[in-house]
């Protein structure tokens, strides 16, 4: 077994290790570029909860009045409307900021209409025209009206600008009428996700809170205390995430239909519709550039963020992130699980589907604790340990996997066909169906050794054995990377098989299979070389090549089987085997296979054979090389002569076969075949054959 797989569980848990503690490390260093990015991630998984998870149920009786364009551009009033109409005539008078005598004339008309309370986000702090008018407003409904305040942050010290004192008495910050509307964005990436109630001048001057500092109150904060709701305040001085309500909760009215006749009759119900209601006077409109990079959108108008302020305060909305520590242990758990699946799931189907399973689970589980109890449960870098290490550990897995398939392929390669073994591996379904017993056309080769009885019985055993495994390892490799089946080895005779396992098409497997046997031919050549050069004696060849039809499947007994091919197409492929000593030749082929290879070698007829167990005579040939292979043009020259000298010997035309193959003996006096055929010629042409006569070789022995 290979060390990899016999450490197994320590790998793995290294590799669990590993990522679990660059995730669990990147919480202590937040501004490493890749262990801290998962942490990084997590805010943007929390943004798409808030997003998508459940939102603040609006209160239905906040109404937001907007200084919108309609309002800075206002539509063209006749006389007879502007007649009359204070507040409009001091609204179209100038550009805004208009008189603060409008914001008297307004908290009037609101209140007039039972408005419960109003708050006004704008700025009063240089003096201007109508302030006396105003601040008599603001004492007159003292405890109904709420007006802003802004810290401005400079280099050196903070300045909380206020009402000025015209409007409202010093010290402004302590009047419960003056509340400050900033909000702190994270330092990341600038977006508000959580509201301050309260705050000290130590926090504005960057120190932690302490005793008997100056504490200054929100905007929302005020407005609650004065609706009832003062315990509903956080006043921690700490900052409190929120669950926003949903993006258009709270859509601007413009605020000139107060001052319209037309339009606070049509739309309002003459002041009715501002019955007990919290109103919101603030700029809505985009060239004032009010707006907040909230989670639900980069655009959100600033003063709808005073009203999420006091949603979410009146519902106990706020969200809470998970404990550190208890984020850390999160992470090694993660860590665990991952091991544990790979461990101990050891099916990577199963491993998968279990890391699906709890992911989705955990995600799932994210989702609810945030709808139903507002926790932020850590989800990013859990799943980030979790997915890493078992990702990586399933990588691991499958490269033992891949290490112990190359090890049993190598190992069944040297025992079976090497397009077997990969064939069972790859395809095992169609594979051991096509064991069961089908007819297919394949091509197969028989060869055998010739001289070798002689050689084993003079040979040392050991030199014999290491002699006969070199030509057997040579041949094999040649019928490989021909694309052959090696079916068996029978002593020192190999049985191969072209078309068995996967075809290529009748032809193209005999062509590879014939080319095959050339390689062999060249192979054996080289061998004999080496071996006589060693002083050993050099082995002869016969190889016989068929093609037919004949049943593939496992041939054997429950105890051992041996998957093979059987017909009359593999009995004649091992007759024309034998044939190549009574020809001389070193490879037959049957006529079925050279009618599918003519156009890739050239043949040289050899015979007319009836082989035993046969009825049926069968023309056989011999290769002689592989067109487009360097050979002796004279020699094909001299083949056309003996093929014609053969043709005319069957056609009982004796004494012209006699005269052509003694031309082609003149060239190549040492061809068996050529002599042969010489030979018979000779004696048919004294003693011509019967009529029966046909030019078959009828052979009863095999």
Not at 99 to 122: C, N, P, T
Not at 532 to 553: D, S
């Amino acid at each position: 077994m290979h060390w990899s797989g016999r450490a197994r569980l320590l790998v793995l848990t290294l590799i669990c290790l590993f990522w679990t503690g660059l995730i669990f490390f990147g919480y202590f260093f937040p501004s490493a570029p890749f262990i801290s990015a998962p942490w990084r991630a997590e805010q943007s998984f929390e943004d798409l909860l808030r997003r998508e998870g459940r939102k603040t149920m609006p209160p239905r009786d906040f109404v937001f009045l907007g200084i919108d364009q309609s309002t800075l551009e206002l539509p063209p009033f006749t006389p007879e409307e502007l007649a009359g109409n204070q507040a409009l005539q001091l609204m179209t008078e100038r550009p805004f900021p208009w008189s603060r005598e409008v914001w008297a004339l307004l908290l009037d008309k609101l209140f007039a209409a039972g408005a419960r309370l109003v708050m006004i986000d704008l700025l009063f702090n240089p003096p201007n025209d109508g302030d006396p008018a105003f601040h008599a407003a603001l004492d007159r409904y003292r405890d109904k009206v709420v007006v802003s305040a802004n810290f401005d942050f400079g280099e050196n010290r903070v300045q909380m600008i206020t009402p000025n004192n015209v409007l409202i008495p010093p010290p402004q910050s302590r009047d419960d009428r003056v509340g400050y509307v900033n909000f702190w964005p994270d330092a990341i990436d600038g977006k508000t996700r959580a509201v301050t109630y309260t705050v000290t001048d130590r926090q504005l001057a960057g120190s932690p809170p302490g005793q008997g500092e100056e504490i200054y109150e929100s905007l929302s904060a005020r407005a609650l205390e004065k609706t009832g709701h003062a315990n509903d305040v956080p006043h921690d001085f700490h900052g409190h995430m929120i669950r926003f309500t949903a993006p258009d909760a709270f859509e601007p009215r413009p605020l000139y239909e107060v001052f319209d006749p037309k339009l606070w009759h049509a739309n309002y119900g003459d002041g009715a519709f501002f019955k007990d209601k919290i109103v919101m006077v603030a700029p809505s409109a985009q060239v004032l550039h009010d707006i907040v990079d909230t989670p639900m959108s980069p655009n959100t108008l600033g003063p709808t963020m005073h009203f999420q302020a006091m949603a979410a305060a009146l519902g106990h909305e706020f969200l809470r992130p998970t404990p550190p520590t208890i984020g850390l242990l999160l992470v090694c758990a993660a860590g665990l699980v991952a091991w544990l699946l790979v461990a101990f799931v050891r099916l990577p189907v199963l491993c998968l589907g279990g890391l699906a399973g709890i992911t989705v689970g955990y995600l799932v589980t994210a989702r609810l604790v945030y709808d139903n109890a507002g926790l932020l449960l850590l989800t990013v870098p859990v799943l980030s340990a979790l997915v890493l290490s078992e990702s990586f550990s399933l990588g691991f897995e499958y490269f033992l996997e891949r290490l112990e398939k190359l090890r049993t392929r190598r190992t069944l390669e040297r025992y079976v066909s090497k397009n077997l073994v990969k064939e069972v591996l790859e395809n095992p379904d169609s594979y051991y169906s096509s064991l069961r017993g089908v007819r297919v056309p394949v091509t197969i080769l028989f060869a055998d050794l010739i001289g070798f009885t002689t050689l084993s019985e003079k040979a040392d055993p050991e030199v014999l054995v290491t002699q006969l495994n070199e030509y057997l390892s040579r041949m094999t490799s040649v019928i490989f990377s021909n694309g052959g089946t090696l079916d068996k080895f029978i002593g020192d005779a190999i049985m191969a098989v072209w078309g068995n396992v996967r075809s290529l098409g009748t032809a193209q497997d005999a062509k590879s299979c014939v080319h095959a046997a050339l390689g062999m031919r060249r192979e054996l050549s080289q061998l004999n070389k080496g071996w006589r050069e060693q002083g050993r004696m050099g082995l002869g060849m016969g190889v016989g090549v068929n093609h037919g039809e004949v049943i593939v499947g496992n041939i054997g007994s429950h105890e051992r089987m041996d998957p093979t091919v059987i017909g009359d197409a593999v009995n004649l492929a091992s007759r024309l085997e034998g044939l190549t000593r009574t020809y001389g030749v070193d490879i037959l082929v049957g006529a079925s296979t050279a009618e599918l290879i003519r156009d890739e070698v050239h043949l040289r007829s050899v015979a007319r054979v009836q082989v035993k167990g046969k009825t049926k005579p069968v023309d056989v040939f011999t290769l002689v090389c592989a067109r487009g292979e360097e050979t002796d043009p004279e020699s094909l020259k001299w083949l056309e002569t003996y093929e014609e000298a053969l043709e005319k010997f069957r056609t009982r035309d004796f004494t012209n076969a006699k005269i052509l193959f003694s031309r082609f003996l003149e060239f190549y006096p040492d061809d068996l075949l050529a002599k042969m055929y010489l030979d018979h010629a000779l004696e048919y042409e004294q003693h011509p054959p019967d009529e029966a006569w046909n030019a078959v070789e009828v052979f009863k022995k095999k």
